[in-house]
């Protein structure tokens, strides 16, 4: 058994390239490089191109030129003549035709079940009706669109004719669309609305400024003419690109103003911070029932702001609906249970209200008046406690 011994090829050096290169001799060098791979990228493009071209130059290059000269060679050749005249219309050779595939509505099923003679009979002897409601056990009432289902149960319990488009024999079909008429544009007048409010007009209760272009100093103006207004309950500024600086303006118009009762700003250009200060100066009067400030410019509050939005509703008792979407859940489930209290106060307040009117009225006798006797007064009244102790602030005056 003969053994063979492996010579291990060690990389040659630098120098010993260079003196292989220096052996080799034009042709051997060419041949070298037309093996070149040509997507090499680790080398210039000059060097991967294989071609070489071993004329003499015949002048400078010129671009102009060589552009020049290859329209006019484009133009001077003559097109191949046609041995065949083309006619418009007419097709020469043979035209393809696709071939025609069998679709499965073109062949023909024949389904053979075996469900026995008992089965069999008693489909056979079986009526509408009775089918309808084996479909329905088996489920295929899916298969059907809800028009044709009440069409076919209204023909079957109330008698009404059967549509043969809309009934249990008709095809099923998609319910077309219905088509809605597009709203009409807002064409409300800020100038008449800033108008209205500086008058104080006893008519001018809502304002809606919807989907309306209002310039930054329009709103000032009107932020500033709210201070003094105790008419309008209703502010509807959504999707008027009302900025920054116009919204940290209404923070001091809610300040001053105790009649408005719903403000809506949802789709506007409102940071954060100013969002955060709103919600802060409506604990200034508490007389917002209804805030909305939803799909703002920054989707994302942050847990700071939201907290501050949450620690400033927990301050607000009349607070009813907030319209915001918060990140956090602890900031989600403080301001519904908080807004759930504000609820709670009403009808506590509501409830204390029909008791006081039932023990006037005679409705609701006390257990220690006699029938015929007189009602004693009541020497309390329901008043609105300044700072709370409990959950809910309706108490007595006294114990205020």
């Not at 000059?46 to 671009?63: E, I, L, V």
């Not at 009762?261 to 200034?284: D, G, R, V, Y």
């Not at 329901?382 to 309706?394: D, F, I, L």
Request: aromatic share 6%.
């Amino acid at each position: 058994m003969s053994t063979t011994k492996r010579v291990k090829a060690e990389p040659l050096t630098d120098a010993e390239i260079d003196t292989l290169l220096e052996n080799l001799t034009s042709d051997e060098i060419e041949k070298l490089l037309e093996d070149v791979d040509p997507d090499d990228t680790h080398m210039p493009p000059s060097a991967r191109c294989t071609y070489s071209c071993q004329k003499a130059p015949t002048g400078p290059f010129n671009k102009k030129k060589l552009l020049n000269y290859i329209y006019d060679q484009a133009k001077n050749t003559p097109d191949k003549v046609d041995y065949v005249p083309h006619v418009p219309g007419t097709v020469l050779g043979t035209k393809w035709v696709p071939p025609q595939q069998e679709t499965l509505a073109d062949q023909e099923f024949e389904l053979d079940f075996e469900l026995g003679d008992e089965i069999e009979m008693a489909l056979g002897d079986a009526s509408m009706s009775d089918m309808i409601d084996l479909a329905g056990i088996m489920g295929l009432h899916s298969m059907i669109n809800q028009e044709q289902y009440h069409h076919a149960v209204g023909a079957k319990t109330f008698g009404k004719e059967v549509d043969a488009d809309l009934g249990w024999d008709g095809i099923t079909k998609a319910t077309p669309l219905k088509c809605y008429a597009a709203e009409p544009p807002n064409l409300t007048d800020p100038v008449e609305v800033l108008e209205k409010i500086k008058s104080c007009d006893e008519e001018q209760k809502e304002v809606n400024l919807n989907n309306v272009e209002v310039s930054e100093k329009q709103f000032l103006e009107i932020f500033e003419a709210l201070k003094g207004n105790t008419v309008l309950n209703n502010l509807s500024l959504s999707n008027t690109s009302l900025t920054d600086w116009a919204a940290a303006n209404l923070c001091h118009t809610l300040e001053n103003n105790d009649a408005i009762e719903t403000i809506n700003l949802e789709s506007n250009c409102i940071m954060p911070q100013t969002l955060s200060k709103l919600f802060e100066s409506l604990n200034a009067t508490e007389s917002i029932k209804e805030f909305k400030a939803m799909n703002q410019a920054a989707q994302v509050l942050g847990n700071r702001v939201e907290m501050a939005i949450t620690k400033s509703i927990e301050n607000n008792k009349t607070l009813l609906k907030v319209g915001m979407q918060f990140e956090f859940n602890d900031c989600q489930n403080r301001v519904a249970v908080h807004l759930q209290k504000n609820l709670d106060r009403i009808r506590i307040k509501r409830i204390a209200a029909k008791l006081a009117e039932r023990e006037n009225s005679g409705y609701f006798m006390y257990p220690s008046v006699q029938p015929g006797g007189t009602i004693p007064q009541q020497d309390k009244e329901w008043t609105k406690a300044g700072s709370p102790e409990s959950e809910y602030e309706y108490y007595y005056s006294d114990e205020e």
